[in-house]
């Protein structure tokens, strides 16, 4: 069981940045995929980025290449760092992890936190 808790959401401007970090227990993201996942009101969640620590390969949406960077400096914590932000990028943002399973399909994920709001006002 890996219990996962993100921070760092809040309100932020049109062009703004915010970091969101994912906080996991047993030093998780030495061994468990992580992914970002972000669902807007009435709509599907939808992926974001994602990290393989086995494969050491980072992906990302379309929607986040160029302006979302994944990254982790300890076991225990990853981020996604958010620049240039935009009113479509208002939404509850997810940290996911897994064992095994990697890539952009929220399925592909056993664990999840709890979300942290990020609202971008334009």
């Known amino acids: 069981q890996v219990h996962l808790v993100e921070s760092g959401g809040g309100s932020v401007q049109a062009g703004g940045s915010l970091r969101l970090s994912c906080t996991a227990s047993?030093?998780?993201?030495?061994?468990?995929?992580v992914g970002w996942f972000r669902q807007a009101p009435g709509k599907e969640r939808d992926f974001v980025a994602a990290f393989s620590p086995f494969a050491g390969v980072t992906t990302y949406a379309d929607a986040a290449k160029g302006r979302f960077t994944l990254s982790s400096d300890n076991p225990e914590t990853v981020y996604l760092q958010m620049n240039s932000l935009k009113p479509e990028d208002t939404a509850i943002y997810y940290c996911?992890?897994?064992?095994?399973?990697?890539?952009?399909?929220?399925?592909?994920?056993?664990?999840w936190g709890q979300g942290t709001q990020v609202t971008v006002s334009s």
């Open positions: 047993k030093r998780a993201f030495t061994s468990y995929n």
């Open positions: 996911a992890a897994n064992w095994g399973r990697f890539g952009a399909a929220a399925s592909n994920y056993d664990y």
